[in-house]
C-alpha cells in the first residue's frame, strides 16, 4: 500500500534517542535545551519553548495570553479541531470565518467584517490563522486588521515548520507561532511541539505555564500559579535535532512532487473534475490536496483507489460541520465544501516520481469510471 505520508527517522536519530535513554535524563535537560535553540536560530526568532504537542501549543499560548471566559477568538473553519478545541477549553467563544478556495487559509474579507461588525458581548482578543498544510495565510493583512482592532495573532503553524512568507518564517510573524510535530508532519518527534515568540515576557509565562507554573531560583522552587505539565521528553528532543538539518531538503523534494502532480493532473483540471491548491512561494507542503468536483463521491475514490493500493483521506475537517462550537453568524461555502470534496494525495519526501505517476494513473483512471455511472 502506497501510505498517504511516512515519517523519516533514519538510523542515526534512533541512535540519538537511544543514547538520552541510556544517559537517564528522559526529561528536562541539554537536548530540550539545546533543540529550543536550534529552532528559534532556523526560526529567526529569539525564543522558542517545546511542548508535548500542537494542542498543548496553541492551548497554552492562550493561557499565556490570558484569553478564557468572555472573551472570542476567530478562526478559520477548515482546519484540525484542536484550533477550535483549545479556544472552547479555556472558556473562551469560537468565532469561525471561511477559508479561500486556492490556498485553504483564514478570509481575510471576512476576518475584516467580523472585527469591524463585532458587537460582542464577549470581548473579541485574538485572530489564529492556519497554515493549513503549509500554505502560509495571508499574514500581511491579517497583521494590519489585528493592529487595527487590538488582536493578538497566534499562528496555527501545526503544519507549516519550515514555510516561510517573504524570507521570513511561518510561526514567527505574529505573536506566538504553534508548532506540532506529530508524525503527519514532515519533522516528528512521535507527539511533541513548540511556541516560537520574539516577546520574552511571554515567553517565560509560557515556560511557567508548560511546567507546573514552577519557577526555579537560587531560593529553590515556587509555585506561581496553576499550570499544567506540557513538556516534551529529552529523547523526543534528540529526535527533532536529528531532523532538523535536514528538513529544509525535504520540502524542496516535497516541492519537486508537488510539481509533477501539478503536470500530471492537468487533464483532470481541464475537465473541471478537480482543482489543485496555489503553488504558493514558501509553501512547505505538509500535504497535497485536490478539490473534487461535486459530482464524484469522494469516499467513493477513497475507496476505489485503496483497492489499487493508493492510500487517500479527507484533507482537514469543517468547524461548522462538526458542529459543536454554536453557530456560525455568517454562511460558510469553501471550508465545508473542502472538507467534503478535499482529497489528500499520498506525499512524502522518500516517495517517488514513479509513485506520483501511480497515483495520478489510478485517479485518472476512477474519476473516468466513477463518471461514467
Ligand atoms: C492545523 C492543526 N492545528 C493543530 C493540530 C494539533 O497538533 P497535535 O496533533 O500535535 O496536537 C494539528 C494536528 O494535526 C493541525 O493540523
Partial sequence: ???????NISDAAITAVANVLRSGQLVHGEESETFERELA???????????????????????????GAGD?????????????????????????ADVMPGTYTLDVTQLKNIAENWQGPERLRAVMPVHEF?????????????????????????????ASLDGRKAGTLGDLGCFSFHPRKTLTTGEGGAIATNNRELAARIRRLRNHGMERSEQGIRFLEPATNYRLTNFQAALGRVQLPLLDNWIQLRHDLVKSYLKALTPLIKKKW???????????????????DESFNRNEVIANLREQGIETNLGAQSLTSIGIYGKSQINLIFGPLLYTQGL??????????????????????????????
Fill in 1 to 7: 500500500m502506497l501510505k498517504l505520508s511516512q515519517p
Fill in 41 to 67: 536560530a532556523y526560526l529567526g526568532c529569539s525564543e522558542v519553548i517545546l511542548v508535548s504537542s500542537g494542542t498543548a501549543a496553541l492551548h497554552v499560548a492562550l493561557l499565556a495570553l490570558d484569553i
Fill in 72 to 96: 472570542a477568538v476567530i478562526v478559520p473553519d477548515f482546519t484540525f479541531p484542536a484550533t477550535a478545541n483549545v479556544v472552547a477549553m479555556t472558556g473562551a467563544r469560537v468565532i469561525i
Fill in 134 to 162: 503549509g500554505c502560509v495565510a495571508n499574514m500581511k493583512e491579517i497583521s494590519q486588521i489585528a493592529k487595527m482592532h487590538h488582536l493578538a495573532v497566534i499562528e496555527d503553524a501545526a503544519c507549516a515548520l519550515g
Fill in 274 to 292: 478537480l482543482r489543485c491548491p496555489l503553488e504558493k512561494d514558501g509553501h512547505s507542503w505538509q500535504t497535497f490536496m485536490v478539490v473534487l
Fill in 344 to 373: 489528500a494525495l499520498p506525499l512524502f519526501e522518500r516517495m517517488a516520481q514513479s509513485d506520483v505517476t501511480h497515483v495520478t494513473t489510478a485517479l485518472t483512471k476512477t474519476l473516468f469510471d466513477l463518471n461514467k455511472k
